[in-house]
């Protein structure tokens, strides 16, 4: 093979490997994105991923759109800018964050496969019996104009009762359990009457990724009956679909953990829901 194609075929493979150990970005305003995390690993087992808890900020459910979006594209253009870092993909693990800028993340990043998250309507449609379905999410995304135009698009297959959930992310972050059950009684009494005879609510979307991290409580107020969707393992699978060179490397994938706010509190969050012993650093 002549020198000048052996160099450049060199080049390319330098390149490639160098692009398939790039990590894959994955942010939330705080702890609730490692609902999506555990779903991520789950799924891609070799890819190493960086997580950001923008905690300084947080939490994003009950701030204006604009915000949100400010802070969203800051943590993509830290992810996508510094050397160390340079992320192949981004997961928005955030619905709030996800309603409010993912059109204009893509916008302004049209190169980089960026991933979001929305409440989980239509998997909880081909769940529920009675037609009745809760959803729980943060004000954010609930008056987002994205969460509108989706339920108005199945509006003809169920009938969806909306809670938005002042708090519930933030005692979440903060792991406080009688301030969640105290919050978690107060919305699903909300919602209505659940139950699987005609009329009442039997599936309960949890359209902010902090909540599945309230399901053991959730689900013991409203009966082991009730289904209970969160987005985790669609968002996993869509990504693997997304990602242009998936890691060729057969050795489990490293997870990096920064925060804007309390490191102490991702990494203990992570430790406690997913078994990650991995120290935090600020962003
Ligand atoms: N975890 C976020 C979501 O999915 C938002 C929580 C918050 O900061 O209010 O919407």
């Not at 993912?102 to 190169?111: A, G, K, N, S, W």
Request: charged share 20%; hydrophobic share 40%.
């Amino acid at each position: 093979m002549p020198l000048a194609s052996s160099k450049a075929l060199l080049s390319l493979a330098a390149d490639l490997l160098e692009h398939v150990k790039r990590p894959i970005g994955v942010f939330d305003s705080g702890v609730g994105g490692l609902s999506i995390l555990k779903a991520l690993r789950a799924e891609l087992p070799f890819e190493n991923f960086i997580y950001v808890a923008d905690s300084g900020f947080a939490p994003y459910g009950e701030r204006d759109e604009g915000f949100v979006l400010e802070r969203a594209r800051a943590i993509t253009r830290h992810l996508i800018r510094q050397p160390d870092l340079a992320i192949q993909a981004l997961v928005i693990a955030c619905n709030t964050a996800t309603a409010a800028a993912i059109h204009l993340l893509r916008q302004d990043h049209p190169e980089l496969p960026i991933i979001g998250v929305e409440p989980a309507l239509k998997p909880a449609i081909a769940l529920s019996q009675t037609g009745r379905i809760g959803v729980m999410a943060t004000r954010g995304t609930l008056n987002s104009q994205k969460f509108k135009a989706l339920q108005a698009s199945l509006a003809d297959q169920a009938q969806f009762i909306c809670q938005p959930c002042d708090g519930l992310a933030d005692a979440i972050e903060r792991n406080d359990t009688d301030q969640i059950t105290a919050l978690c009684t107060q919305y699903t009494m909300g919602l209505g009457r659940f139950g699987s005879e005609p009329g009442a609510v039997d599936t309960l979307v949890l359209g902010c990724t902090h909540y599945p991290f309230a399901s053991q409580i959730l689900q013991s107020l409203l009966g082991p009956k009730v289904h209970l969707v969160d987005n985790g393992e669609p968002v996993a699978r869509q990504t693997r679909r997304m990602l242009t060179s998936p890691s060729m490397d057969a050795t489990p994938g490293q997870c990096q953990l920064f925060s804007t706010g309390s490191s102490d509190l991702l990494q203990s969050a992570a430790k406690r829901w997913l078994g990650l012993d991995v120290s935090c650093r600020l962003l």
